[in-house]
C-alpha cells in the first residue's frame, strides 16, 4: 500500500490511462457521459473517487461543472496534468464520509468504484453521504458489477481471470463477508511482483436497501451505459436513485 493514497498510489497512477483498456474506448466515454450529463440536467456533478479525470474531464468538457473527491494524490496529480484539469475542483478525502460544499443535481460513482469501500457499513454511509449532498430531485449513479460467484466451482473460491506468460490474475472470494481481493502477479526479467487490492462486493438489492435508508429511490437499473435491460444473465449494472423534491 502507498502511504497516503492507499492502494492507488504513483505505482498505480502511473500506468492507470491504459489506452488499451476498454474504458478508455471513446464510445464507452461517449455513452457514459452522454448518460451523466443528461441526468445532471444542467446542474453540478459530484464525481466519487474522480481519480485521473477518465470521466470528470469529459464531462466537464461538456458544460457540466465537475467537482471530484479522491483519497489519491497521485491519481489527482495525472488529472491536474491533463489539458482541462484544472477546471475540475477537487477535495481529498474517503467519499465515503468527505464533505464539498454546495449542493449538486447529480453524484456518481463508475466502474466498480463502490467497492473500494471495503465494509458494509462505509457503504452505507457513502449513501448518506450523498443524499447529505444531493439536491431535491437530484440523482445518484453506480456503475458496478454483479458479483460473479456463479464462475466459483463447488468448493472453491478463486476465479483467474487472465494468464500470460509473464502476468496472471485472479479474484479471491470470502462469501460469508462479501470480501474478495484482485490479485495481480507479474514477472519481468526474473523478477517477481505481486500486487492485491481488497474490495466489498455488494448486490443489486443490497445497494437499494441501502439507498433506502439514506432517503433515495431507485429511478432506473440498465445492464450499461447504453440503457440494455437489466436481466438474471447481466454480468454489470448502471442504477440510478432519485432524492425525493419533496
Known amino acids: ?16 490511462d491504459d489506452p488499451s483498456d476498454e474504458r478508455f474506448d471513446p464510445g464507452v466515454l461517449a455513452a457514459t457521459v452522454d448518460v451523466l450529463a443528461e441526468l445532471a440536467g444542467g446542474g453540478r456533478a459530484l464525481e466519487l473517487g474522480v481519480g485521473t479525470g477518465r470521466i470528470a474531464l469529459p464531462l466537464a468538457g461538456r458544460g457540466v461543472p465537475v467537482h471530484g473527491v479522491d483519497l ?19 477535495t481529498m478525502g474517503d ?50 458489477e454483479v458479483p460473479p460467484l456463479r464462475k466459483l ?50 448486490w443489486p438489492g443490497e445497494l437499494d436497501l441501502m439507498a433506502q435508508l439514506a432517503g433515495l429511490h431507485l429511478c432506473d437499473r440498465w445492464a450499461g451505459w447504453a440503457r440494455e435491460p437489466f436481466t438474471h444473465e447481466s454480468t454489470g449494472h448502471v442504477s440510478v436513485w432519485e432524492k425525493p423534491a419533496d
Open 1 to 16: 500500500m502507498d502511504d497516503g493514497d492507499g492502494h492507488f498510489g504513483e505505482r498505480v497512477a502511473a500506468r492507470y
Open 72 to 90: 489519491s494524490r497521485a491519481m489527482v496529480a495525472r488529472l491536474r496534468a491533463k489539458p482541462g484539469g484544472d477546471a475540475v475542483g477537487v
Open 95 to 144: 467519499f465515503a464520509t468527505t464533505r464539498v460544499a454546495g449542493t449538486f443535481s447529480l453524484a456518481y460513482l463508475v466502474y466498480n468504484t463502490i467497492m473500494n469501500l471495503t465494509s458494509q457499513a462505509e457503504q452505507v454511509a457513502c449513501f448518506r453521504n450523498v443524499a447529505a449532498h444531493l439536491e431535491p430531485g437530484g440523482r445518484f449513479v453506480i456503475e458496478v
Open 153 to 202: 466451482p463447488p468448493g472453491e473460491n478463486v476465479v483467474l481471470w487472465h494468464t500470460s506468460p509473464t502476468r496472471w490474475a485472479y479474484d479471491v472470494f470470502d462469501t460469508a463477508t462479501q470480501a474478495c481481493s484482485s490479485n495481480y502477479v507479474k514477472v519481468v526479467d526474473g523478477r517477481g511482483e505481486f500486487r492485491s487490492i481488497p474490495f466489498r462486493y455488494v
